[in-house]
């Protein structure tokens, strides 16, 4: 689509090129760059929470306001990116089949650099790892934990068979265990947050408790932001699946969603091996 196409009808729903750029610029929109904002606004938050937990420089609660405000305008971009760049064409004109081998190849691209995105994040950690080490740290592997990552692991599982389930025509199974599988993406984070509760409040271990404890909630701090926006977009497949866009012959959204999903399953688990049960050999 270029700007010689904004005279036609998209069915109520306004595409990006369309409205939300200025005239001459052909296929662009807002939306990512919003997003774009949102995301560079979460890093900036957490270095204001660094400075005003450290230095008497900005307020305390400067930095978490940046950090949820940043995020909400990060949930708002992605939402505006993926309703108009996809929702909003599939409900003029369906879906194409020659379009899936290459969305994909993108999400295999995409899942290249988060490999990369959390090998960095390791690299970090087995560098401390290998020098002194004596940190006093609470008990990590608790049972917390533990049923964290089974509720984790069974997510994987729900939506495994919910995709199996769609592609023999199963919609009703589908819809079913993909809310399953959203709930207990929900779960997991309800269950990251009680346990950083926990670690901040009674244990006196949070992000300053040395090299550990930036490493600790750096590398879990990220794994929990993906595992929500994973929650986000199996919301948009959950309720798509409700009005029946998607068929045997057609879910393409729903493999690249299950790759990223069964991800951050995978780098759960490895987180758990390397940070919870590493940490306790001395």
């Given at each position: ?12 729903h306004h ?7 200025p005239?001459?610029f052909?296929e662009?929109?807002w939306w ?5 904002l ?5 890093y ?11 230095y008497d ?6 930095g978490?306001g ?5 995020t909400?305008l990060?949930l ?6 993926l309703y ?7 409900l003029k004109?369906g879906?194409e089949?020659?379009?899936g ?6 999400m295999?691209l995409?899942l290249?650099?988060?490999?990369a995105?959390f090998?960095?994040g390791?690299v970090y ?8 080490w004596?940190p006093?740290l609470?008990?990590l592997?608790s049972?917390?934990?533990l049923?964290?990552?089974a ?8 939506l ?6 769609l592609r023999k025509?199963n ?7 993909t809310?399953?599988?959203?709930l207990?993406?929900v779960?997991f984070?309800?269950?990251?947050v009680?346990?950083?509760y926990e670690?901040i409040?009674?244990e006196g ?5 040395g090299?550990?404890?930036s490493?600790f909630?750096g ?5 929990g932001?993906?595992?929500s ?5 199996l919301?948009i ?14 879910h393409?959204?729903v493999?690249t969603?299950s790759?990223y999903?069964?991800?951050v399953d995978v780098v759960?688990?490895?987180l758990?091996?390397?940070l919870?049960?590493g940490?306790s050999?001395?």
């Open positions: 689509m270029t700007v010689a196409d904004d005279s036609e009808d998209h069915g109520g595409l990006p090129a369309v409205e939300d750029w005239r001459g052909g662009a929109s990512p760059f919003i997003a774009a949102g995301v560079g606004g979460i900036v938050g957490a270095a204001l929470f660094v400075m005003g937990h450290s420089v900005i307020g305390p609660l400067v978490p940046v950090l949820v405000g940043s909400g990060f708002v971009g992605l939402y505006g990116w108009h760049g996809f929702i909003a064409g599939f004109h879906t089949g020659h379009s081998s290459s969305l994909k190849f993108a295999l995409f290249g650099s988060e490999v995105t090998g960095a390791f950690y087995f560098f401390i790892r290998s020098g002194p004596s006093e609470p008990n592997l049972s917390l934990v049923v964290n990552t509720i984790l692991i069974a997510s994987s599982f729900t495994h068979f919910a995709h199996v389930a025509g919609q009703q199974r589908f819809v079913r265990l809310g399953v599988t959203l207990l993406g779960v984070i309800g269950g990251q009680l346990e950083y670690f409040v009674h271990f949070d992000l300053f408790t090299a550990f404890g490493a909630y590398l879990t701090g990220l794994h932001l993906h595992v926006l994973g929650g986000v977009l919301a497949v959950y309720f798509r699946g409700r009005l029946g866009h998607y068929s045997a012959d057609q393409t959204s493999s969603v790759m999903w069964h991800f759960w688990v490895f758990v091996v390397v919870y049960v940490a050999v001395s």
